[in-house]
């Protein structure tokens, strides 16, 4: 209140005070995920170790399409099971030039129903194509079994 007196002080003389115009509300739109059945835009995964068949990927990747420019992305990620260990969690930016860039990368050790959520911008000159989140890695297998949530939006 006190740094409103001088401006009213300054107008007891015929000043007309108007309230100022309310920020807008950051638009967010969830993003659809590669592979899924385009109803619901987050995606539930146990973290597998993968088969030792040449043709056999562990599902640590979960990409999203990105179909319009946006100026900042969100990533969600939430723990479904108990299973006790540090989980390894990054997250990309992929570009149509075929470059990407890791936005997230850190150690995580979430407990059931807890979660986190990261806050990217995008970055300026670049033209995202899909956003990655990479939970689990061979480095940590401890983290095989692991079942999670997430999700990306994309904002304005």
């Known amino acids: 209140m006190s740094k409103l007196l001088p401006v009213v002080a300054a107008c007891i003389g015929g000043c007309m005070l108007t309230a100022a115009a309310p920020v807008s509300a950051q638009s967010c739109q969830f993003l659809s ?3 899924g059945n385009g109803v619901t835009p987050i995606v539930t995964k ?4 993968g088969s030792p068949l040449p043709f056999s990927r562990p599902n640590w990747n979960t ?12 990533y969600f990620f939430t723990a479904n099971s108990s299973v006790s260990a540090t989980y390894p ?3 990309y930016l992929k570009f149509t030039d075929g470059s990407n860039l890791q936005v997230i990368n850190e150690s995580y050790a979430p407990q059931m129903g807890t979660g986190r ?8 000159g670049k ?3 899909q956003v990655n989140f ?5 480095a ?3 983290a095989t079994g692991f079942t999670y949530r997430i999700s990306v939006q994309g904002c304005n």
Do not use: H, L, M
């Open 89 to 91: 969690i990054q997250g």
């Open 117 to 124: 959520q990261w806050t990217v911008q995008a970055v300026p």
């Open 127 to 129: 033209t995202v194509s």
């Open 134 to 138: 990479k939970i689990g890695a061979s």
């Open 63 to 74: 990409d999203f399409f990105v179909t319009q420019p946006y100026s900042s992305f969100k």
């Open 46 to 49: 146990t973290i597998s170790a």
């Open 140 to 142: 940590d297998q401890a």
């Open 33 to 35: 995920p590669v592979g």
